[in-house]
Nanobody
Framework: QVQLVESGGGLVQAGGSLRLSCAAS????????MGWFRQAPGKERDVVAS????????YYVDSVKGRFTISRDNAKNTLYLQMNSLQPEDTAVYYC???????????????????WGQGTQVTVSS
């Protein structure tokens, strides 16, 4: 059974940093693209960042460029999201997701992902 488990969320003041982790189990994800999404109350689940199967190509939504960094450690089957200069508008539940297509490139829509974690809350106070 495939499982994605996020950790690292919490409450932080504006300007602070958090590092999210997503531990995968049940299969290896080293050959598959993965991504981070977020969903604020009353809003849709939107992509934050995505990374291809090799880690060589990455995508960021404009609002986080220069502040967030997505990375992966395939040996540990773990995905990361380093979040710096956090702002109140970054407050949301953050989800880790993985694609099921081998050798996949990054993707920006939720329907392109096949596996999801349960989410971790990130709250940024002003």
């Amino acid at each position: 059974q495939v499982q994605l488990v996020e950790s690292g969320g919490g409450l932080v003041q504006a300007g602070g940093s958090l590092r999210l982790s997503c531990a995968a189990s049940g299969r290896t994800f080293s050959g598959y693209a993965m991504g981070w999404f977020r969903q604020a109350p009353g809003k849709e689940r939107d992509v934050v960042a995505s990374i291809d199967w090799s880690g060589g190509r990455r995508y960021y939504v404009d609002s986080v460029k220069g502040r967030f960094t997505i990375s992966r450690d395939n040996a540990k089957n773990t995905l990361y999201l380093q979040m710096n200069s956090l702002q109140p508008e970054d407050t949301a539940v953050y989800y880790c997701a993985a694609r099921a297509v081998y050798g996949s490139n990054w993707a920006t829509t939720a329907r392109e992902y096949d596996y999801w974690g349960q989410g971790t809350q990130v709250t940024v106070s002003s």
